[in-house]
């Protein structure tokens, strides 16, 4: 009889001990599960990004290449000052004694100078078409995105055909030197207040001759001249969105190659949306300046001497151009949180993503 209610209590404990080893391979299996959804996670966010950044990088590359056509326009700006400020060149108006200061040959000049700044600046327009700068970075970003999940097939791409992005076609235009619109990497204006003007002699009526009456400016001329953003703080970004249900096997209890065998932590693994990862990386170019900015242009005496409206912009007689408005720095950075909504208009990352996902799948990805 001790013998036999010895053998039902280690019946007992085997039970026991089956039921416990049972739940350990539960517990297992759902934090092997687990594991494996947060190396994909991750691995799938690591990729979003980069691809983000490759877009921005190359973003950046084509504004750097931008301020060198639009240094091209200053140029030419800077040798029709230097020409229409030289005296030796003989645009003093000796010959006439009306006390008029204006000079045709000056005028002729000035009239030469708009028509090379115009084709100059033709180039620049050209240049910073979407079909050159955000095309380039758009097809660097998909192909970095594409590298690195397999088979990501039409559940990636970046905003490029979504209304609200900085990538779409057609958002950014640009006023172009004979009054076309041009759609480009970001807004600009082209400056219309460039002043030109020259020295002049006056030769006024003197008793019966006609007598100098000391040198002034010319008339102002105001010249249309280069680019600049139209906007103080311009949100110039670029976003990658992937989507993709990971290949791996899980350990799920009932695992069937044909689906819904528990997938997910009890959800279906047929490649449904409770299957699917998702992932945002947003990145932008950053700390350059194609041209001066609209901040400058309004606090021009900064840089030089002159009406707040037209310094740095007017220069006469030696003042500086605005060299040190313009800078060939621009980087790549992915982008915080914060800067989301930076842009006013409709054209921000959230604004591109509710219209992708929704708002309430957005702000997941806002924190």
């Known amino acids: ?27 297992m299996a759902l934090a092997t599960n687990m594991g494996i959804l947060v190396n994909d996670r991750i691995r799938m966010q690591n990729a979003v990004d980069l691809s983000a950044y490759a877009g921005a990088y190359k973003e950046a590359q084509e504004l750097n290449d931008l301020v060198t056509y639009n240094q091209d326009i200053l140029d030419v700006v800077k040798e029709c000052r230097e020409i229409l400020t030289q005296p030796e060149q003989g645009y003093w108006d000796g010959y006439y004694c009306e006390c008029v200061n204006q000079g045709p040959i000056p005028e002729q000049i000035i009239q030469i100078c708009q028509e090379v700044l115009d084709q100059v600046a033709l180039l620049f327009v050209l240049r910073a078409h979407y079909g050159l700068t955000v095309s380039p970075a758009v097809s660097a970003g998909k192909a970095t995105l ?9 559940k990636g791409h970046m905003f490029e055909g ?86 791996n096997r899980y350990l799920d209890i009932a695992y069937s190659s ?3 065998d528990g997938g997910y932590f009890g959800s279906s693994s047929d490649g449904g949306q409770d299957d699917n990862i998702t992932a945002v990386g947003i990145a932008k170019p950053f700390d350059g300046s194609v041209g001066p900015t609209a901040i400058r242009r309004i606090f021009g005496s900064e840089y030089g001497a002159g ?61």
């Not at 594409?146 to 097939?153: C, D, H, R, V």
């Open 1 to 27: 009889m001790a013998r036999l209610r010895g053998l039902r209590r280690s019946g007992q404990a085997a039970v026991l001990v089956g039921l416990v080893l049972f739940t350990l391979v539960i517990f």
């Open 146 to 154: 594409e590298a690195n999940i397999a088979n990501l097939g039409q």
């Open 162 to 247: 979504v209304n609200t992005s900085a990538s779409r076609s057609g958002n950014y235009t640009t006023v172009g030197p004979y009054g076309g619109q041009y759609p480009t990497i970001a807004n600009y204006v082209r400056e219309s207040q460039t002043k030109f003007n020259y020295p002049v002699m006056l030769y006024c009526p003197c008793g019966v001759s006609c007598c100098p009456s000391g040198v002034v400016p010319s008339i102002d001329y105001y010249v249309n001249s280069w680019y600049y953003k139209d906007d103080t703080n311009p949100d110039i970004w670029i976003a990658s969105y992937a989507k993709a249900t990971p290949a």
């Open 258 to 260: 044909s689906g819904n």
């Open 307 to 367: 009406n707040n409206r037209e310094s740095p912009y007017y220069t006469s007689f030696g003042l500086e151009a605005p060299e040190e408005a313009m800078f060939a720095n621009y980087r790549a950075r992915l982008a915080g949180k914060n800067e989301w909504n930076a842009r006013p208009a409709d054209w921000n990352p959230s604004s591109a993503l509710t219209e992708v996902i929704g708002a309430e799948a957005t702000a997941m990805f806002m924190h």
